[in-house]
């Protein structure tokens, strides 16, 4: 398995495995601060201060607080809606089908912003196509979805090899969500529905797409619309 690590499968604090003071976490050097060996899922961050969540494990009570206390917009990493790339990309087994948990906040008005990290060579392609049509397909629930490059780092010891995106994928990757986003814009109206990263513009050597595009700026601590 990919196994990224993007976020913990745990609505609670989770110890990284082997991490702490002068250990490693995964992508992490030794003796950082305890913190940094913390992996959390905790969907009181994510309406609080915005923090991305997997929602991997989301137990019935804890749906059932989300749906009660409308703790609305959520950000959560979707990563992919296939469910057995979403399994590879996380590296285990997961509760349910995340389109099955987002499809059940919707209709319960809880509002959405998705992440993408995108891994070439395990969810870009007819995956990637696929993950944005599915959100969609949840709007104005899910109201905004962000493509961001896969971040790697040399302390990846035991970890599959992964790719970077390059230059020439974030040309195509451009182009491609240029398109895509004007349909939904047709399909949607104002405001923007689909973004990339600012890395990734500059990853290409691409303009940035004007201040109109981005809407409210709803992903704006994603890096995206901040250049």
Known sequence: ???????????HAERVAQGGRGRTGPQHVAGLRESLYFKDDDYRLSFLFGNYITLNDAEERQLERIERQNLSPLFVSVHATDPAVRRRLFGRPLR?????????LARAGISIHAQIVLVPGVNDGAVLERTVDELAGLYPACRTVAVVPVGLTKHRSG???????????????????????????????AGGFLHLSDEMYLLARRAFPPAEAYGDFDQLANGVGMC
Do not use: H, Y
Not at 1 to 11: D, E, I, K, M, Y
Not at 96 to 104: P, S, T
């Open 1 to 11: 398995p990919v196994a990224l690590t993007l976020s913990s499968g745990n609505l």
């Open 96 to 104: 349910g089908e995340i389109m099955n948990v987002l499809g059940r």
């Open 159 to 189: 970890l599959e090899p992964l790719r970077r995106v390059t230059a020439e994928q974030a040309r195509a990757l451009i182009d491609w969500a240029s398109a895509k986003a004007a349909r939904l814009r047709e399909r949607f109206g």
